[in-house]
């Protein structure tokens, strides 16, 4: 590409031309070493084009006010100089009717300076047919906006953890790096700025240096406090320069916001070795990925050291630190949700166990007292009745090693449960010298959590038939799509069992309101049918019933 440069007020074209060729983008200011209040310039270059197909010119970011000519025809402008107004970086599109295209058509961006912005050219010039051009801005559009929204979207989930999750103090200084990483992100990424900006170049300007101060020390922050569990000092110095950065460039004019620029490239310089030593202390941390975010850390400091040295024209390329930057994003997003996923697996592993371990302490409070006042009554019939005293013992016996075998299972046969409660219903009849009944109706061909209807029937017993000498207890069993419905009824007394069912019935400790027993029937459940089941009760005139609903998930 040729450019034609003069420096000075009143300067053009036709006095003081040097012609050289040029890489861009590039600060242009810096590399002709224009000097003066006022500096013009003018790029030209040739593109072939196809007689009857329009053409489209997409300059990118261009500043300070610019013009576009193809074939001496004015398409498009930002700003003027008189009276003076700024348009700087504001998107442009410049668009060539079909019936003017040529088949060499001449180029022609002229751009000027009134000395409060430096003339440069941000990005790659890209010329084509309008469909091809307008399609390309449409794509950068909505990928920006994509991740913009995907930055935005993890801010809010970041905040949510960080109040809920009060010891991961790193979640709200990543939320507040996210948040303005996607205000960033749209004020610098998108053309859709100039809808919110329009003609206040200056405070798009401010907005973008403001926002730019703030991401290294909140980034500082959240990693100080994810790698040391604290706030160290660099972090909080950072913030307080870039606090008083933003401060500054808020109330002032654009040569002091430039300013305050430059201090926070060499401030950025300056805790680049911080940096990298908190992506170094990374790979000494004992999780999985420490090494791709140590990786995406200094990825992202050598890109924005890229591009400082690329503002002060020490090197000329394409700025990079925005697509580092939403490399790093991404990865720290998905790490931290790796994160949060193994620590709700562990947390669930660790309810699993101690669930298990209040089980197995509940079946020790259980089974003691029962045993102890089951060979109570047995020795008491030894002498009464010794017949009746054997069979206590036997079906006691069988009770026994049934309940200790099942007690190792998570699932047993619904079959066995229902023997086990067919031989409590012996143990008691002969322990308190009564007549009661099982009765078993459906299909018993499914599992169910042991244990659970043995104490079911165990309170309906004790506190159905206290005063009764004759009980029938009835079964139901239904399964329908994965699920298993058990209604366990019987015909004691209603007002007995309403009121004191309270109690367990071998600790005589309250029970239905939390105790060991339904705790014990809750517990199971919940350790095996985690959130898939229900237990109701219900008092009815001809006795009391149980119901309950579970759906053991895949194993």
Not at 102 to 122: A, F, T, W
Request: glycine share 6%.
């Amino acid at each position: 590409m040729s450019i034609v440069d003069s420096a000075g007020p009143g300067n053009n074209a036709q006095s003081g031309i040097r012609t050289r060729n040029l890489v861009i983008p590039n600060n242009l200011s810096s590399e002709l070493e224009l000097t003066g209040q006022q500096n013009c310039i003018q790029l030209f270059f040739h593109y072939s084009g196809i007689e009857g197909k329009d053409l489209a010119i997409d300059p990118g970011r261009i500043s300070d006010v610019s013009q576009i000519y193809c074939n001496d025809k004015l398409l498009s402008s930002r700003g003027r100089m008189h009276p003076y107004e700024s348009g700087a970086f504001r998107p442009q599109l410049a668009i060539l009717p079909a019936d003017l295209v040529k088949p060499e058509n001449q180029i022609r961006i002229h751009v000027c300076s009134q000395g409060d912005y430096p003339i440069q050219l941000m990005d790659p010039i890209r010329i084509g047919s309008v469909q091809s051009v307008i399609n390309e801005r449409t794509i950068r559009e909505s990928v920006a906006f994509a991740f913009l929204a995907f930055y935005f979207l993890a801010s809010l989930q970041h905040l949510w953890l960080g109040l809920r999750r009060k010891k991961e103090r790193y979640h709200l200084p990543f939320s507040a790096f996210l948040l303005v990483v996607s205000a960033y992100w749209f004020v610098a990424e998108t053309y859709s700025r100039d809808m919110l900006f329009g003609d206040e170049v200056l405070w798009h300007r401010k907005t973008e240096y403001i926002l730019l101060f703030l991401i290294v020390p909140l980034f500082l922050l959240f990693l100080s406090r994810f790698s040391t569990d604290r706030t160290g000092p660099v972090a909080v110095a950072a913030m307080g320069v870039s606090l008083l950065l933003s401060i500054v460039a808020l109330v002032s004019n654009i040569q002091i916001v430039r300013i305050c620029g430059w201090i926070w490239q060499f401030g950025f310089l300056a805790v680049s070795p911080y940096l990298a030593f908190l992506a170094y202390r990374q790979l000494l941390r004992p999780f999985p990925y420490s090494r791709w975010l140590t990786a995406a850390v200094l990825i992202l400091l050598v890109s924005a050291i890229h591009d400082i040295l690329v503002s002060l024209s020490i090197i000329h390329s394409i700025r990079i630190s925005s697509y580092s930057l939403a490399i790093l994003v991404v990865g720290l997003i998905l790490l931290l949700g790796d994160q949060l996923v193994q620590a709700t697996n562990r947390s669930e592993r660790l309810l699993s166990h101690a669930t298990r371990l209040n089980l197995e302490m509940l079946k020790k409070n259980i089974q003691p007292h029962f045993l102890a006042n089951s060979l109570n009554s047995a020795m008491e019939l030894v002498h009464e009745d010794p017949h009746r005293a054997e069979r206590l013992l036997l079906a006691l016996v069988e009770e026994l090693q049934s309940t200790v075998e099942l007690s190792k299972q998570a699932l047993c046969p619904l079959e066995t449960e229902i023997q086990l409660c067919r031989n409590h219903v012996e143990v008691m009849s002969l322990r308190m010298e009564k007549s009661l009944r099982l009765e078993v109706y459906g299909k018993t061909d499914t599992e169910v959590p042991p244990l659970i209807l043995l104490t079911i029937v165990e309170n309906g017993i004790t506190h159905g038939f206290r005063n009764r000498q004759e009980g029938l207890f009835r079964i139901n069993v239904h399964t329908y799509e994965g699920e298993t419905f058990i209604a366990i009824e019987n015909n004691g007394d209603p007002t007995a069992s309403q009121e004191t069912s309270e109690h367990d019935v071998r600790t005589n400790k309250r029970s239905r309101t939390g105790g060991t027993g339904t705790e014990y029937v809750k517990s199971r459940l919940e350790e095996l049918c985690p959130g898939q089941w229900q237990l109701d009760q219900e008092a009815r005139p001809e006795g009391f019933v149980v119901f309950l609903r579970y759906r053991i998930p895949h194993r």
